[in-house]
């Protein structure tokens, strides 16, 4: 096991994290009415750019498999298994993300019947 990739995806991982702390709004900021526009707007933007990124994420891990069958130089089997692994942890996230929007619009759905 490369302890150096390791290392880069735990760097990555607080990197990301980070940077989703930046973007989060701060708790209990009023927002004015003319502000819930933009703010349905950097939701869809951030949704987008998570399953983009997941979406990487698997393509990158197949191209490497595929490589990796090949029989190409410079591919080990640990990178294709880490790359495999976080997409999948990726997607598995996206999914859950989802179940919850969905149980989410299903209450609102009740609410308002």
């Known amino acids: 096991m ?10 990555q991982m607080r990197a990301l994290a980070a940077q989703a702390a930046a973007v ?3 708790p209990g900021a ?3 009415p003319a502000a819930a526009g933009s703010a349905v ?3 869809a933007d951030m949704l987008k750019t998570a399953l983009d990124g997941v ?10 498999q595929a490589r990796f069958a090949s029989g190409a130089s410079g591919v080990s089997l640990s ?6 692994q976080k997409a999948s942890l990726s997607f598995q996230a996206a999914l859950q993300v989802r179940n919850k929007l ?4 299903q209450d609102i759905m009740n ?3």
């Open 111 to 113: 609410i308002q019947a």
């Open 79 to 84: 990178d294709v298994m880490l790359a495999s």
């Open 55 to 64: 979406n990487a994420q698997m393509v990158h891990a197949d191209q490497l």
């Open 2 to 11: 490369n302890v150096d990739r390791m290392q880069q995806l735990v760097v």
């Open 102 to 105: 969905v149980t989410a619009y």
């Open 24 to 26: 989060a709004p701060a």
């Open 41 to 43: 707007g950097q939701f």
């Open 30 to 32: 009023g927002a004015a």
